[in-house]
């Protein structure tokens, strides 16, 4: 018992730590935070010191949307608190801040890359992911504002991209291992079961996912990188590795890097950018 009560302690030590690097970076006094949140007098000194080791989910709630807390932000202090938070699929304000957020980075990127949310919804993409997939170029505007699958695009052969990939025995299994370990965390939610569902009804997702199941899990499945070949009409066949980096303030989001892999790659994704 007394162990369990040291860890406990310890963890809300932790989180009072954390609300105050947050508070601090966010470049608000106690007070500030206080009046904006409605608390009393002297409350954050107390919780941020470990004083108030266990505050009221509600009163968190204010203090974390005083302080503007990103999800990422919210969901780490909370579960320092001991408090769970539910992952929603991100609202269309949430996907145009990723959108807004994520601009600069993307046409800065000399490589096709592109955006995912959690539900693998494609969101935003740089000018050399369209010079790969026509379908996007096609598409651009339905895919936008009705935030098609990715995963739907790789593994569904009308949409024209199947069709490219030349390395199909490897390349869509591993999408597979990485796609259920980015998922796992959000196995719980709602939403993740219709995301599921509406991809194993993919005759090639479902037959890639029994060949995942059939075969040793990666050991770095969040960081894979995935080979893949692709025969893009007058071009030739061009080769990536595929990488991802989830966005630093809200995890749901991220970006997929498809990095070149071989000098003929490197030279065709030169030439498309002076373009």
Known sequence: ??????????????????????????????????????????????????????????????????????????????????YLIATPLPTEAEIAWARRVSEHELHELPFPAYVLDCGQRLLAWNRHVPQLFTIIADEADAITHEHWSM??????????????????????????????????????????????????????????????????????????????RLAIPRVGTLQFRIGAEPFTHDGRFRIVYLLPADPATMQQCAAWAAA
Do not use: C
């Open 1 to 82: 018992m007394s162990a369990r009560r040291n860890h406990a302690e310890r963890t809300h030590t932790l989180g009072g730590m954390r609300l105050q690097a947050l508070r601090k970076q966010a470049g608000k006094t106690q007070l500030v935070v206080e009046a904006d949140a409605e608390l009393g007098s002297g409350y954050m000194q107390r919780i941020e010191s470990g004083k108030v080791r266990q505050p009221e989910r509600a009163t968190l709630e204010r203090i974390l949307a005083a302080l503007e807390a990103g999800y990422s932000e919210r969901r780490e202090i909370l579960a320092l608190f001991g």
């Open 151 to 228: 995963l739907h695009l790789w593994f569904e052969p009308r949409y024209g991209i199947t069709a490219l990939v030349r390395n199909p025995q490897t390349f869509f299994p591993q999408m597979v291992h990485t796609f259920r370990h980015q998922i796992q965390q959000f196995g719980n939610e709602e939403w993740y079961q219709r995301v599921y569902e509406d991809l194993m009804r993919l005759p090639l997702f479902s037959a890639a996912w029994e060949r995942a199941n059939a075969s040793a899990p990666l050991a770095s499945a969040a960081r894979a990188v995935v080979p893949v």
